[in-house]
C-alpha cells in the first residue's frame, strides 16, 4: 500500500510540474512509438532491371499486305517452329484468335498475325509470330510461334555469399520457358531484394546455331558487404532534445541467407535526454522472397522538467513474417503478419532514491498489406505515384499485459482507461502526380480506429514525425484520428549529380479520445509552411522547412497557447558506400 500511495503522490507532483489539469495527462510526458522507434531510412531504389534484343523477336513488314490475291481462311493453328507444340501458356492465350470463315483479301492473314504479335506483347512474352511459306487449299492457316528462351547464363561480378542464391535465380530464369519479361522482372527485384545485392541482365540472340528464340544471358552482380547512414535532424520537443543524431550500421551475408544485420542508435546532442539503441536481423527465407525479420529496441527518456528527475525506460521486440504479392518495377505488393511486445516504465528519482509512477505492458499481433503503384511517362520518368498500407492489430492478454485501471507494484498505467487488448486498425495512403516535368502534387493521409481508449504506446501521437509539422512529436495524442498532409512541389533539376525542389504544405489531423472526462475529446490541428530539399551525389539529403501551427497543442496544462514556428532541419547521408546509385 505504502508503494501505491508514494506513487499517486509521484503522479500529482509530475502533474503540477505539468501545470495542471487531470493526473491521466502525466503521461504527455511518456514518449510516443515514434520517439522510441525511430523509422529507418527508406532503402535505396532498387537498380534491377532487365535489358533485352528484341531485334529478332519485331516482326517485319508482311509480304501479303498489298497482295491482290483472295483466299478463305477458316481456322489459325499455332505452333512452334517445325511444327512442334506449343506451350499451354501461350496456347490459350491465342485460343481466341479466329478468321472471318468468309473469302477475302489474303492479307487477312497479315492482320492475323499481327493480332497474335499484339496479344504477346501485351502480356510481355518475348516472341514474335511468323507465317511460314504454305498453301491454305483447305482454308487452314499455320502460324509459327518464335519463342524466347534463356539457354546460358554468364555472371560478371562478385556474389560474395550468395553465390548459391545467385544459382537458384539463374535456374529459375533458365527455366522460363517461354520467356516472359514481367517474370524475369520479378525474379531480379526479388534477387536485388536480398540485402547488399544489385543484378543487372541483359539478353542477346544466340549466334551459335541454336534453336529459333534461345538467348544468351550477362547477369551483372554488384555485391557489398556493408553500409553506413547518419542523420541529424530537430524534429524533437524540448523536453527530450530537439536535436538528435541517428545512424545505422547494415552487415549483408553474416548468416550466408541472405541475410541483413543492423545496429543503429540515436541520441541527443547532450547524451542525457533520451538515448536508443536498436538490434536487428533479417532473413530472405526462399527463392520467393519470404522474409523474416527480428528487431529489438532499447530507449531510456529523460525529460527535462526542472523540478522534478523522470526517467522513462521503453523495451520493443518484434517478429514479422513477409511474403510478397507482386513484384515489379512499376507494382509491388506484399503481407506481413507479426508479433510485437512493448514496455515502457517510468520513475520519478530523488536524493532518497525512486518511485514507480507509469507501467505499460502490451503484446500485439498483427497483420499488414502494403501495395504501390507507379505510372511512367513514354521517356520512363514518373507521372504518378500511389501507395497504401492497411493494418490490423490486436491485443493479447499474454506477457504480463497490462490490466485496465489497475495498479501493479507501484505502478499505473499510463491511461487509467486504456486497454492493452485493444483492437486498432491504421491505413495511410501516399499520392503524387507529376503536372508537366516541373510541378508535382502530393498527398499523404494517415489515419487510425481503436475500439476502446488505448495505452500511451499505441496512441496516434501527433507532430514533427507523424502529422503536423510545427508540433512537437507527441504534443498531442488520440485513440482515432485522421490527418493528412498535402504539398505543392516544384522541381528544380541542379545537374546530374544534384536534384531541388520547392514546397508549401498544409498539414492537419483530428484526433478522438474515448476515455471519460477528457479534456481532449475532440480536436482538431493544423499547420501550414514551406521549404526546400535538396538531393546531392545520390548520397546527401538535406531537408529544411519552416511550419507555422495554427493551434494550441492542448487545452489544458502548458500547452494551452499557439505553439510557435519552428524551423526544421533535417541532413541525411549514406556514408558507405557514398555516391552510390541502386
Not at 528484341?54 to 497482295?67: K, N, T
Request: proline share 7%; hydrophobic share 40%; charged share 20%.
Amino acid at each position: 500500500m505504502n508503494r501505491i500511495i508514494l506513487s499517486a503522490a509521484a503522479i500529482l507532483a509530475v502533474n503540477g510540474a505539468l501545470g495542471g489539469g487531470s493526473p491521466a495527462r502525466a503521461q504527455a510526458q511518456v514518449p510516443s512509438r515514434e520517439e522510441v522507434n525511430p523509422t529507418p531510412p527508406p532503402p535505396p531504389a532498387t537498380g534491377a532491371r532487365a535489358r533485352i534484343d528484341r531485334s529478332r523477336f519485331v516482326p517485319g513488314p508482311c509480304p501479303l499486305a498489298d497482295s491482290a490475291l483472295r483466299t478463305t481462311i477458316r481456322e489459325v493453328r499455332f505452333t512452334a517452329p517445325g511444327g512442334a507444340p506449343l506451350p499451354p501458356v501461350l496456347v490459350q492465350l491465342l485460343a481466341d484468335i479466329r478468321p472471318s470463315g468468309q473469302q477475302g483479301p489474303v492479307s487477312e492473314v497479315c492482320t492475323l498475325r499481327d493480332e497474335a504479335n499484339a496479344r504477346l506483347g501485351a502480356a510481355r512474352y518475348v516472341a514474335t509470330v511468323q507465317v511460314p511459306p504454305q498453301r491454305i487449299d483447305d482454308g487452314v492457316l499455320r502460324l509459327e510461334v518464335v519463342s524466347g528462351h534463356i539457354v546460358e547464363v554468364r555472371v560478371r561480378g562478385d556474389a560474395g555469399p550468395f553465390e548459391r542464391v545467385i544459382r537458384d535465380r539463374i535456374a529459375q530464369l533458365k527455366a522460363l520457358n517461354p520467356l516472359n519479361e514481367a517474370d524475369a522482372e520479378r525474379i531480379l527485384l526479388l534477387t536485388s531484394d536480398v540485402p547488399g545485392l544489385n543484378v543487372t541482365l541483359g539478353l542477346s540472340p544466340s549466334l551459335g546455331g541454336g534453336a529459333p528464340g534461345d538467348l544468351i544471358g550477362e547477369l551483372t552482380v554488384d555485391y557489398r558487404r556493408f553500409s553506413l547512414i547518419a542523420n541529424v535532424q530537430n524534429y524533437n520537443s524540448p523536453l527530450l532534445g530537439r536535436e538528435t543524431v541517428y545512424a545505422r550500421a547494415e552487415l549483408y551475408g553474416l548468416l550466408g541467407a541472405g541475410d541483413r544485420t543492423f545496429i543503429a542508435g540515436s541520441t541527443t546532442f547532450d547524451f542525457k535526454k533520451q538515448k536508443i539503441a536498436q538490434l536487428g536481423e533479417a532473413i530472405t527465407l526462399d527463392a520467393a522472397g519470404d522474409r523474416l525479420q527480428l528487431v529489438g529496441t532499447i530507449a531510456e527518456s529523460r525529460p527535462d522538467l526542472k523540478t522534478i528527475d523522470l526517467r522513462t525506460v521503453t523495451k520493443i521486440g518484434s517478429a514479422e513474417f513477409i511474403h510478397p504479392l507482386r513484384r515489379s518495377v512499376t507494382s509491388n505488393a506484399e503481407a506481413a503478419l507479426g508479433f510485437e511486445w512493448s514496455e515502457q516504465r517510468t520513475r520519478i528519482y530523488g536524493t532518497a532514491g525512486s518511485a514507480p509512477i507509469n507501467r505499460d505492458r502490451i503484446a500485439t499481433l498483427y497483420a499488414r498489406i502494403n501495395a504501390d503503384q507507379r505510372w511512367l511517362r513514354f521517356d520512363g520518368s514518373q507521372q504518378a505515384a500511389l501507395a497504401a498500407s492497411l493494418e490490423l492489430r490486436k491485443g493479447l492478454d499474454i506477457f504480463g499485459a497490462t490490466r485496465t485501471g489497475q495498479i501493479g507494484g507501484g505502478y499505473a498505467p499510463t491511461r487509467f482507461e486504456g486497454s492493452a487488448t485493444a483492437t486498432v486498425v491504421r491505413g495511410q495512403v501516399n499520392g503524387v502526380i507529376g503536372v508537366g516535368p516541373i510541378f508535382e502534387l502530393a498527398t499523404t493521409l494517415r489515419g487510425q480506429w481503436a475500439n476502446r481508449a488505448l495505452l500511451n504506446y499505441d496512441e496516434f501521437a501527433i507532430g514533427n514525425l507523424t502529422v503536423g509539422r510545427g508540433y512537437d512529436p507527441g504534443s498531442n495524442s488520440g485513440d482515432r484520428a485522421i490527418g493528412g498532409s498535402h504539398e505543392l512541389r516544384i522541381n528544380v533539376p541542379l545537374g546530374p549529380k544534384a536534384h531541388g525542389q520547392l514546397y508549401g504544405f498544409f498539414d492537419w489531423v483530428h484526433l478522438w479520445n474515448l476515455d471519460t472526462g477528457s479534456t481532449e475529446a475532440s480536436r482538431t490541428l493544423k499547420s501550414a509552411g514551406g521549404g526546400v530539399r535538396l538531393t546531392l551525389l545520390n548520397s546527401i539529403r538535406l531537408d529544411l522547412t519552416y511550419a507555422h501551427p495554427f493551434d494550441p497543442p492542448l487545452l489544458t496544462g502548458i500547452n494551452i497557447h499557439r505553439a510557435p514556428d519552428r524551423f526544421l532541419f533535417s541532413l541525411t547521408t549514406q556514408l558507405i558506400p557514398f555516391g552510390a546509385r541502386r
